[in-house]
Every structure is written in C-alpha cells, then in structure tokens.
C-alpha cells in the first residue's frame, strides 16, 4: 500500500522558531509536505492568540527544508483575489524550487471576516459559488493562459496573466471540504488533490467517496487523477489515557474548551488502532493522510506514525 504522509501545524501559539523546528523535523522523519493554515485570528480556543500569517511563513519554511511539498490546509478563498493568489503561490514554487501546493476552500470563520472587513456573503451558496470561480480562473492562471471576465462573474478580469509561470508544468490545487452538490463538483472540475475529515464512520466516508467518484463521473474526468487526501489531528501513546495526558497540554496551551477531546477529527489512541483505521480510509482511495498538529510540538506522535505506522501501512 502507498500511502503518503503530510503534518499540518496549527498557525497559532507557535513561535517562529518552534514552527521551523517543526517543520524541519517533520522532513528529517520523511513526511512528504508540511502544512500550515490560513488565519488571521487563532480559530482554535480564545480568538486573540498569537497566528502568523499563512504564505510568509510556508516561504520561510522553504529556506529551511529541501523536499517537502508545501501548502495551506486550506486557505479560505474570500481572502485573496484569485489572480493574487495565484501570484503568491506561483512565488513560492519559484522560492521553494518547485514545491508548492495551491490549498483553498470556501472559508467558515464569520469572526475573522468581520474584524478584518473581509466579505463574508450571505451564507455558504455565496461563498461555494465564488470557490467555483476562483478556483477555474486560478487553475487557467497557473497554466499561462489569460484571464478575462464576462459581465456575470463576481471577480472582474481583464486579461490577467502570470509572469513567471510556476516552476512546476503542473502546480496542484488541492479543494477542501465536502459538500456534495456545489464543493464536489468543483473538486470533480478543477483540483489535482481533494482534502475532507478522516472519520472513524467508515460508512460515512464511504458514501462521501462514492459521491467524489460520481462528480468526477459526470464531467467525464477519471477520480484516479485526483489524490484523495483525509485530514486528523491524533496523539498517539501506548495507551488512551497518555494520549489524553498530553492533548490535555495542548488544551491548555492554545485555549481551547474541554469539549474539543469528543471532536470527530480528534483521535487519542494507540498505534494499532491508527493503523487500523489508516487501512481502512486507504481502502476508500484515501493516498495521503496529514495530520494536524496543535503546539506544544507532539515529537512522540510525529515519531511513532513516521516510524511504526507508516512501515504498517506499507506493508499491508
């Protein structure tokens, strides 16, 4: 089984210096990409921590690592024009020498949009309809075409083009999320990698995968030319209660209510466990798994998926 391995660092509560020994720990243990997300206020715990922003820090981890694709889980699409965006992660590709990965989604968090003047629409059929658009005219941008706007469009282009073009002949575009009418058939359109939620419901997940391969169906696109990626934030101990020990570290250290231990993407749990449930999301299609992770930097979990789970995996 092939299976690939990203970690995700929660952009809040981790200093500079903390996140770049993190994200050049997570390249010596042989994770293929490192994550971080896009938020202008901590949307984990109290609002007010501490957050860098998202592109200034993936160039920055760049300078410091050599093989790890690079990317936001995912940036909220209502915070940049597309052809800016595009701009951005065309700069890191040449920074990074070839190494980045487009990550955006509709955007969830009211509060940030409305301390920092972002439009925030009239609810998700906005947002899932500006995705759609952003996301055709940042692929068409990405592969040195020209962009123009008809008078129906929410963005207004006018010849927009990228100059340079990304070192990469095909820069990815991972889409997030999984609504099955609107954000499927975007990832079905345009994206090279779909993120959704790993969920110990195997039915669930099942039925969501069933829905991708029917988007991807309808427009006559093959799913296998889309890396299906699932998303979790685990600590893994020899035992539950370790892992509850030390979440509860990471509780305390971002702010965060008790109640974030019963969140579905939330597994404390054993070795055996995690590569239980890793097999059977990789029987679903899911390739790659990334795993978030809150500050304090958990080593031991990074360690033990790399170096026990990971050859697991492999082997099955």
Not at 169 to 180: A, K, S, Y
Request: aromatic share 10%; net charge negative.
């Amino acid at each position: 089984m092939s299976v690939k391995f990203g970690l995700q660092l929660w952009n809040q509560v981790f200093s500079w210096e903390e996140s770049r020994d993190a994200a050049v720990r997570a390249e010596e243990l042989g994770y293929d990409s490192v994550w971080t997300w896009e938020h202008p206020l901590a949307c984990m715990g109290a609002p007010d921590q501490d957050t860098f922003d998202a592109y200034t820090l993936l160039t920055a981890w760049s300078q410091v690592t050599s093989n790890v694709k690079l990317g936001a889980l995912t940036g909220a699409n209502t915070f940049w024009n597309p052809g800016l965006l595009a701009k951005k992660v065309t700069t890191l590709d040449h920074v990074s020498g070839g190494r980045a990965v487009l990550g955006i989604g509709a955007g969830w968090f009211e509060l940030e949009h409305r301390a920092f003047g972002i439009e925030f629409g009239k609810g998700w059929g906005d947002r899932l309809g500006w995705l759609n658009e952003s996301a055709g005219a940042v692929r068409r941008l990405l592969d040195g075409e020209a962009v123009a706007s008809t008078g129906d469009d929410y963005y207004s282009f006018d010849g927009a083009y990228l100059r340079p073009t990304p070192v990469q002949e095909r820069l990815p575009i991972m889409i997030g999320g999984g609504g099955e009418q609107k954000t499927l058939r975007t990832v079905a359109r345009y994206a090279d990698m779909w993120d959704w939620v790993a969920l110990e419901d195997v039915d669930l997940m099942r039925r969501k995968h069933a829905v991708f391969e029917q988007r991807c169906e309808e427009i006559g696109r093959d799913p296998a030319e889309i890396e299906r990626t699932a998303h979790l934030a685990p600590v893994v101990r020899d035992s539950e209660a370790e892992a509850i020990s030390f979440f509860r570290s990471q509780i305390e250290a971002n702010r965060m209510d008790d109640g974030v231990i019963n969140s579905p993407d939330v597994y404390l749990t054993t070795p055996d466990r995690l590569t239980e449930l890793m097999a059977a999301w990789s029987e679903l299609g899911v390739s790659t798994f990334i795993l978030q992770m809150a500050a304090p930097f958990d080593d031991e979990t990074a360690t033990r998926i790399a170096r026990e789970i990971r050859p697991r995996l492999s082997a099955v």
